[in-house]
């Protein structure tokens, strides 16, 4: 709930406390389109995050293997390079990743979020 402060000259817009705990609950929730992302990653593999070698770059181009480019937004990219490695476990997953994705705005709420989105989908 909001209240307008007419006790002083200026006027002033006062939130209370359950604004607070609704916008942070919000924050933890995903866009559609994040959300597409997460169910796109899922036909991806993990040789996707990783730039292929010389020897990986002369087999795709010998067998004519497309693979798919890292997204353009860099937010979307760590949360899609987030969910690839959720699904092979999250024990895989290195402190260095978990900087990254949270250097790109996302929360650690959103990271529960997605690691029990990816365990539901999972089963």
Known sequence: MAYLDLSEHQLTLAATAPVARQRAVNEQRFSAEELAVIALSRHDSPATLSAPGRVRRFLDTLFDIRRGNA??????????????????????????????????GYSRGHLTTLAGHIARVAR
Do not use: H
């Open 71 to 104: 997204l353009a937004d860099p937010r979307l990219e760590a949360l899609r390079r987030m969910a690839i490695l959720l699904r092979r476990g999250i024990d895989r997953i290195s402190s260095d990743e978990t900087a990254r994705f949270l250097a790109s």
